[in-house]
């Protein structure tokens, strides 16, 4: 998905952009990148991060660059910032986001006049170099930016950098967060809030949907205000967000602890303990220890020295080798026991199927399993959650296929499915049970997951689970 990070002081920010991006490495892990404006004028690194962390890769480019303004980004896709020159001036510009209709977008600026825009590898335009020229469409930035905001179907947030101040704009409908911090001398712009904290900052204000905040050294002022409707994306409580992060006044531990709870209440197994698996389950089970008093234990160990990040490969047979590597077994806590693991989410069941299959080797005599979120039915549109390039990857929509046959995945029998009453929601999760051979299966139902994040459930995306908008 990915993370930015922006600062604009009186003195030097590069130490602040520097810890402040490397903070987001969580996010993403193809690229990083951090652009600067000082007495210089513009200047920026960008690296591949994919075997080396942000902070390895950066430590060279911090003695380098000088300036008081900076954005950086830590990005799953495109090289950025970009540094563009056009009739608006100078700037740099960072995203986040999903642009779902880039083609539509590029002929739109081939219509207005632009004359071509750079290809990456495979023939794809960089989508941040996209909304440069859109946003150039328009005679001053601000124009410009609330013109992208309406054009882009999918979701996009912005940090755009001019020679004077930084443009920080969120996502027309939210889904993703943008906080400014304040402290003597300075102003910060982050997608999690708590990157700033260690360095000094604290929070002074979290954007609104569309809202456009310009920053300066002495300053934040609201340039474009913020509308009502909003859709964030609920993964980042769920899998996402760190968790010391809040989000519309809901911390992401605390949440985790509340959706673990509210499984427990409806649960009726008796495991000899509860287990996350790391690391964004293990929030999920000590809610759900702490409600059924069922011990929690850890009988996997991330090996963090060498496996630092949480996010894996584009490639599913990396992906897979490197999440057994990750994690290593405590086998006393294992053999003879009845376990139950509780992770964020099942997309494929791929991970999964095999570390249930490695309890059971190392003498586990039951795993009941307890996704934190419901069933998966439909790919992200909006940020990219799962890497499917097909929705028959989600094992959910496979099974479905395989039981009513091509040309009968109606959005109605769809509807059903994703109903925890329904027979053919019992009947899919029997089917899920047996194929990754898990001793009981029970997801967490939609309605108790938004009562666990506690705001009004239209101000959040659902897309994924249930196909709503």
């Not at 234990?297 to 990040?309: A, D, H, V």
């Not at 769809?414 to 299966?441: C, Q």
Request: charged content about 25%; glycine content about 8%.
């Amino acid at each position: 998905m990915g993370g930015f990070f922006a600062v604009a002081s009186k003195e030097s920010c590069i130490w602040d952009l520097f810890f402040g991006t490397d903070y987001h490495s969580h996010l993403g892990t193809r690229r990083g990148g951090m652009a600067v404006y000082g007495e210089k004028g513009f200047n920026r690194a960008i690296h591949n991060i994919q075997n080396s962390p942000f902070r390895t890769k950066f430590e060279r480019d911090v003695e380098e660059l000088e300036g008081n303004l900076g954005i950086g980004c830590i990005s799953d896709f495109e090289p950025q910032p970009l540094l563009v020159n056009s009739h608006l001036g100078s700037f740099a510009i960072t995203t986040v986001g999903k642009i779902n209709n880039a083609e539509e977008l590029v002929n739109l600026c081939f219509k207005s006049g632009h004359t071509h825009f750079l290809e990456m590898s495979g023939s794809v335009i960089n989508p941040t170099e996209i909304c440069a020229a859109i946003i150039n469409q328009k005679s001053s930035i601000v124009e410009g930016i609330k013109y992208l905001q309406e054009k882009v179907d999918g979701s996009l947030s912005v940090l755009l950098m001019t020679k004077e101040g930084i443009y920080c704009a969120r996502d027309r409908l939210g889904r993703t967060p943008v906080i400014i911090g304040k402290k003597d001398g300075a102003f910060c712009a982050s997608f999690e809030s708590f990157a700033y904290l260690n360095l000094g900052y604290r929070d002074y204000k979290e954007l609104g949907p569309s809202e456009i905040v310009y920053i300066t050294p002495e300053s934040a002022e609201t340039v474009s205000p913020a509308k009502k409707e909003m859709k964030i994306c609920t993964f980042l409580w769920m899998y996402y967000g760190y968790p010391t992060s809040t989000y519309e006044g809901v911390n992401v531990e605390a949440m985790r602890y509340e959706c673990g709870r509210m499984l427990a209440k409806r649960d009726n197994v008796s495991p000899d303990s509860v287990s996350g698996v790391p690391d964004s389950g293990i929030a999920h089970a000590i809610g759900y220890s702490n409600e059924a008093r069922i011990p929690f234990t850890r009988p996997f160990i991330k090996y963090t020295p060498t496996w630092p990040r949480s996010f894996m490969p584009a490639n599913q047979s990396q992906r897979s080798l490197i999440a057994k590597m990750k994690l290593i077994p405590v086998h006393d806590l294992i053999k003879g026991k009845k376990l139950l693991m509780i992770d964020d989410s099942i997309v494929r069941g791929t991970q999964l199927r095999e570390t249930t299959e490695f309890l059971y080797d190392s003498g586990a005599k039951e795993v009941h399993i307890r996704p934190a979120c419901p069933p998966i039915m439909f790919g992200c549109k909006y940020l990219n959650f799962s890497r499917s390039k097909s929705e028959l990857d989600l094992i959910t929509r496979r099974i479905i296929l395989e039981r009513e046959g091509e040309g009968n995945v109606t959005p109605e029998v769809l509807d059903d499915y994703a109903n925890p009453d329904s027979n053919n929601y019992s009947e899919m999760l029997e089917i899920i049970r047996k194929e990754l051979n898990f001793t009981t299966l029970a997801y967490h139902r939609l309605d108790d997951m938004l009562e666990s994040v506690g705001l009004e459930p239209c101000k959040l995306c659902t897309y994924c689970w249930n196909g709503k908008e």
